[in-house]
């Protein structure tokens, strides 16, 4: 008999720690990055925002990381649009 497989749970952060819900890697995780910006393809500003919430959610789970390396890791791995 074979055992039904669990539902994978999303990658999403897991709070305070701000690792992944699902492989318990550093959030954003690769998987999450891609979902990410499937999800915001047309809606950078979105994702933007959204990014920006978790960084202030991370800065207060996290006090004792470095500001500039929770940004690094939340918000500046965002891809650069290219120049019109």
Same mark, same amino acid.
Request: charged residues 20%; contains cysteine; proline residues 15%.
């Given at each position: 008999?074979?055992?039904?497989?669990?539902?994978?749970?999303?990658?999403?952060?897991?709070?305070?720690?701000?690792?992944? +819900?699902?492989?318990?890697?550093?959030?954003?995780?690769? #998987?999450?990055? @891609? &979902?990410?910006?499937?999800? $915001?393809?047309?809606? !950078?500003?979105?994702?933007?925002?959204?990014?920006?919430?978790?960084?202030? +959610?991370?800065?207060?789970?996290?006090?004792?990381?470095? #500001?500039?390396? @929770? &940004?690094?890791?939340?918000? $500046?791995?965002?891809? !650069?649009?290219?120049?019109?």
């Amino acid at each position: 008999m074979t055992r039904p497989h669990a539902p994978r749970r999303p990658h999403t952060p897991m709070r305070p720690s701000f690792r992944c +819900r699902s492989c318990g890697a550093e959030w954003p995780c690769s #998987p999450a990055r @891609l &979902a990410l910006l499937q999800l $915001y393809e047309q809606d !950078r500003p979105g994702l933007m925002i959204y990014l920006a919430a978790q960084l202030t +959610r991370a800065l207060q789970d996290l006090p004792t990381v470095h #500001p500039t390396l @929770l &940004a690094g890791r939340i918000v $500046y791995w965002v891809p !650069r649009r290219p120049a019109p």
